[in-house]
């Protein structure tokens, strides 16, 4: 089957940095993207990955690794609107988006 | 960066009525179209996806006669959703994903349905 794996919560300091993982077990892989979520809103673009390494936009990174099926979102400077979901997706063989369930992070002043 | 547009954000009907869920590319062609839905404190979970010009590939679980998907140009696709239901009420939100696979995914602002 296929699956995603993040973890379910996590809480983080203000101005501090944040490392959100993501692991994937799919059938086949044509990327991995992160998204951001607020509360009753669809989801924001952050990051796609499809290439191994280090992708760098300002205050967030996104990392792949193919042979471990492994994804990380840093976020650094964390910011009160950071507070949010994360949610990590990869499209498969036949190029639809498996999501994960979403990482809650909230940010304590 | 491109704009998908979703129309409307949120809609209220009587059970046993049917809606119609517009969800438009506006700058960019997307051949395919996604359709997810979100209940409260769950990720988003992929309905249907949608291709131009064909039949579109529904997830397991989701009834096609229900939820009625039409792709009919580069830059529209629509969700009609068919005698709802008040389980029906949900966040709906769709996806456009230009030509080439090594773009972003955009997303609609999405629909909220509240079926009473």
């Known amino acids: 089957g296929q699956n995603i794996d993040q973890p379910t919560e996590m809480t983080a300091t203000e101005g501090a940095i944040v490392q959100i993982n993501c692991t994937y077990q799919t059938s086949g892989f044509n990327g991995l993207f992160w998204y951001q979520q607020h509360a009753g809103e669809a989801p924001t673009f952050l990051s796609y990955?499809?290439l191994d390494g280090l992708e760098e936009k300002g205050r967030f990174s996104s990392f792949l690794s193919r042979s471990k099926g492994y994804s990380y979102l840093l976020l650094k400077e964390l910011q009160m609107k950071d507070s949010a979901s994360y949610l990590c997706a990869v499209v498969d063989s036949n190029y639809q988006l498996i999501w994960g369930a979403g990482t809650k992070l909230i940010i304590k002043p | 960066g491109a704009v998908v547009s979703q129309h409307p954000s949120w809609v209220i009907c009587k059970s046993g009525t049917s809606v119609k869920i517009e969800c438009r590319s506006l700058?960019?062609?997307?051949?395919?179209m996604f359709w997810y839905r979100q209940f409260p404190k769950q990720s988003l979970m992929l309905m249907a996806t949608s291709n131009e010009g064909s039949k579109a590939t529904y997830e397991q679980g989701v009834e096609k006669d229900k939820f009625l998907i039409n792709h009919a140009s580069l830059t529209l696709s629509t969700l009609t959703v068919t005698s709802a239901h008040p389980e029906d009420s949900s966040f709906y939100i769709c996806?456009?994903?230009?030509?080439?696979?090594?773009?972003?995914?955009?997303f609609g602002q999405g629909t909220r349905l509240t079926v009473v």
């Open positions: 990955n499809v």
């Open positions: 996806s456009a994903r230009p030509t080439g696979i090594d773009t972003e995914a955009f």
């Open positions: 700058d960019f062609q997307a051949t395919t």
